[in-house]
């Protein structure tokens, strides 16, 4: 679908909704709804003949058109209720009614309502023409939705949500979420596991509503639900006019100017060695090319789901200085000339969604952007929605299922467009870079790496946070930044890249840390997230909780990762671990999955079997049963 025609449907839209306001019968209006299809190709457009409900529609009596057979009264399925309908169209008002925008609106509902009843999925549905099977798919595959069928009981107003992914395991989640269940009035509170929240440097974390209570004691939670506190609290950020302030979109304004060339500028980003931070640190300045090479109209993806465990670095940039990362986004949109950015941003972060939603505008209002040319969207839960295709798929109001490549996004992406995906610390290097050159990027590598990396570092440190250092650190570097071992713990192991990077022993402590330096080791630093453990955890231990947040992360499309991380859980689980099942297990899901999820997954087992074979629990079965 042309980007152009997506735009004219705004205007197909609101004539619907004033044929609506005009008190029209549906079937009319839904031709001008269906006109404007999201599906890919225009083939999925109807007429208005086609259009003519044979079936009947929910404001009227079916009509069996050349058939013997006795009319239905009403049509197959759930009943349109017409209160429900009218409730929906309250929350959506004069927004567009387009598919792509499907999970916005669950989130209208679910903020409003506090769960997304069938009743109210079933209006959703009419107004925006969708089939009932497509928007309930949606909703019943992100985490963050309530869909409530009839005769369920909805949630109660209050929901707890507390991390058991790595860090927060290791400082007590499971104790904490036992004392807060076993608190909590079901009628009021509910107190669930989720993932990695991407607070680990103040583990354990939980989520009241949407206010975080960071190194979480059940007191404390519980202070919060009593007072009441269900928002985030908004950092103190660099807004618009003091980022300009500080000389901030010079770099941007040198583009628009015709300053800077774009051949220029790409070789300015390879010759800084300039990498995606993203996890996968293909080269910024190769990508654009390749973006480039095809033909227009082109788009552009910024990746801010940042959920790989013990990842918060892009949560750090943009509490503190969004604009950075939106001139980089907006340098990198001149030079592909990609005609609109969508910025995917966690919901699990959401201060940064009220500060991009509040600094999005203020750029519209400065006129440094035209309105919508930014346009943000809210993730919903789901970690596999930060593999780029799947993130697409979100965005265009899907469930987050990786797509099969070839084609590559860089060719065909969003809305089949070919599009620029980076993720947010990636873009916030670019102004920098320019300002003050490659070369002051490219020498601050060391051990053969090439410029800075934010390493988001938890665990057992006394300090932990994000810290700025250069590719190709070690970790007994970053260990000593961090104010070293906390008091009575020894350094015993690490994740170089979160879940996904595998476990190394304190031994390879003096690796460099870089893109491409862990391969032989099985690891990799993916998107720079240590986490540091100490003689008090249990490798085995370790491992099981990575694949119990594969296993509940799986997107479940292809089998060797749905059932793979099942049966890994199941296998780890075992006093006795059997290291020939587990490595065909491995071979089988790094060789046949979709997607880097199923395909890193077996990582964690793989190297814990390699190193940590003589500690009670991983092979000999001598160990406690699972803590974490
Ligand atoms: C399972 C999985 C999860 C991912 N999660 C993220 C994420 O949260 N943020 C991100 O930027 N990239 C993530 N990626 C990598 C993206 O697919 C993609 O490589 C990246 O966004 C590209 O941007 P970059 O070149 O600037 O790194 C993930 C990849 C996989 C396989
Ligand atoms: S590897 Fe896992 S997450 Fe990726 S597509 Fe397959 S099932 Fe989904
Ligand atoms: S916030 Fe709990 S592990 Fe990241």
Redesign the pocket.
């Known amino acids: 679908m042309d980007v152009r025609f997506l735009r004219s449907k705004t205007a197909l839209v609101s004539t619907a909704d004033k044929l609506a306001r005009a008190g029209l019968p549906l079937y009319v209006r839904n031709w001008y709804h269906e006109s404007g299809s999201n599906s890919r190709s225009e083939k999925g457009s109807r007429t208005v003949e086609q259009e003519t409900p044979l079936g009947g529609g929910p404001d009227r009596p079916a009509r069996n058109v050349g058939s013997r057979k006795r009319a239905r009264k009403f049509p197959k399925g759930r009943q349109l209720d017409l209160a429900a309908l009218e409730q929906v169209r309250e929350l959506l008002g004069d927004r567009p009614r387009r598919h792509d925008l499907l999970i916005e609106y669950l989130h209208l509902i679910q903020d409003h309502y506090h769960c997304i009843s069938a009743r109210h999925l079933r209006a959703l549905c009419d107004e925006l023409r969708l089939p009932q099977a497509a928007a309930y798919e949606v909703a019943t595959f992100y985490a963050h939705f309530d869909v409530v069928k009839e005769g369920e009981t909805p949630p109660p107003p209050t929901t707890i949500r507390v991390c058991d992914s790595i860090t927060c395991a290791i400082k007590g989640a499971q104790a904490l979420y036992d004392a807060l269940k076993a608190g909590a009035n079901p009628a009021q509170v509910r107190v669930v596991k989720a993932p990695c929240m991407g607070r680990c440097d103040t583990a354990p974390v939980c989520e009241v509503g949407h206010y975080f209570v960071d190194h979480a004691k059940p007191e404390t939670v519980e202070a919060a639900v009593k007072g009441g506190k269900h928002d985030p609290d908004i950092p103190k950020y660099t807004d618009l006019a003091a980022y300009r302030a500080e000389g901030g979109y010079a770099m941007l304004a040198e583009c628009r100017e015709g300053k800077r060339k774009v051949e220029d500028l790409i070789k300015e980003m390879s010759d800084a060695g300039l990498?995606?931070?993203?996890?996968?640190?293909?080269p910024?300045g190769k990508?654009w090319q390749i973006v480039r090479s095809f033909s227009g109209p082109r788009l552009m993806t910024i990746?801010?789901?940042?959920?790989?465990p013990g990842?918060f670095k892009?949560r750090y940039y943009l509490e503190r200085n969004p604009h950075q990362m939106f001139e980089g986004a907006l340098i990198a949109a001149w030079a592909v000339e990609a005609e609109r950015i969508y910025l995917y941003m966690?919901d699990e972060y959401p201060a940064v969604l009220h500060i991009l939603a509040h600094e999005i505008a203020a750029l519209e209002e400065a006129g440094l952007i035209k309105k919508g040319d930014i346009e943000l969207r809210r993730g919903a839960g789901a970690?596999?929605c930060?593999?780029?295709?799947?993130?697409i798929e979100s965005i265009e109001g899907k469930r987050g299922y990786?797509r099969n490549r070839p084609p590559y996004i860089a060719e065909v992406g969003l809305f089949d467009r070919p599009t620029l995906?980076?993720?947010?610390?990636?873009?916030y290097w670019v102004p920098e870079i320019m300002e003050k050159g490659a070369k002051w990027f490219a020498d601050h590598g060391m051990n053969g790496g090439k410029g800075f990396r934010s390493w988001s570092v938890s665990g057992r440190v006394k300090k932990p946070g994000v810290i700025v250092a250069p590719a190709g650190v070690t970790v007994n570097e970053l260990i000593g930044r961090a104010g070293g071992m906390e008091d009575g713990q020894k350094f015993k192991a690490y994740l170089p890249g979160g879940a996904?990077g595998g476990i190394l022993p304190a031994r390879l402590g003096d690796v460099p840390l870089d893109f491409g330096t862990l391969d032989q080791y099985g690891a990799f630093v993916g998107?720079h997230a240590i986490v540091i453990f100490s003689q008090q955890d249990r490798i085995a231990d370790v491992a099981i909780n990575l694949l119990q947040f594969f296993k509940n992360e799986s997107c479940g499309q292809c089998t060797p990762c749905r059932v793979g991380c099942d049966k890994a859980v199941a296998l780890l689980q075992r006093d006795n671990w059997d290291p020939d099942l587990l490595s065909e297990l491995a071979q089988a899901m790094s060789d046949a999955s979709i997607?880097?999820?199923g395909?890193?997954a077996p990582n964690a087992f793989v190297t814990a079997m390699e190193f940590f074979s003589d500690e009670p629990g991983p092979t000999n079965g001598a160990g406690p049963p699972a803590r974490y």
């Open positions: 990498r995606g931070l993203g996890g996968a640190g293909f910024a990508k990746n801010g789901d940042e959920g790989e990842t892009d966690r970690y596999i930060g593999e780029e295709s799947a993130m990786p995906n980076h993720n947010v610390e990636t873009l996904s998107s997607c880097g999820l395909q890193a």
